[in-house]
């Protein structure tokens, strides 16, 4: 791993943890339970389309695993890391056919994976099948949330590729 590499990833990484433990202070959006925008979701996603999937599980993990040290919470530790992975999964797999320009379709099913993720763990955790029923819901949102998220990932990558041509500044 390139040094410039490393310094953009550890970069990405403190901008994701911002970003998380800002909204982890506001107060929810709507009254749902579990509906958050997921903005520190955007990081990975540039870092999925700038850097790779590699970089990208690196920060996703990383990011994860020190909110949960920050927030303190070993039971949304267990949600998040599987949310994380399976949304992971679902975007690495979508990006093989989504080009960088629709990257809100990439967040999408990104937002739709850690919402499945989310309902397995509750599932594991409760040993309450029925938890599967709120899925709609999350799926709702989930669509609504990536959209948001997929459209500011995308037009941050866009400036930071116009700034990268004209300065030669990121990878």
Known sequence: MK???LALMSMMLGIALIIFIIEAQIPPIVPIPAVKLGLANTINLIA??????KQSFIILILRIVLSSIFIGNMTGFLYSVSGGIVCFLFMSFIILFIKEDRMWITSEFGAIGHNIGQIAAAVFITRT????????????????????????AQTVTRRLRQINSSKNIFL
């Open 129 to 152: 099948p029925q938890v599967i029923l709120y899925l709609p819901v999350l799926m709702l949102s989930a669509v609504i949330t990536g959209f948001f998220t997929g459209i500011t």
């Open 48 to 53: 999925l389309y700038m850097l790779g999937r």
């Open 3 to 5: 040094t410039k590499e």
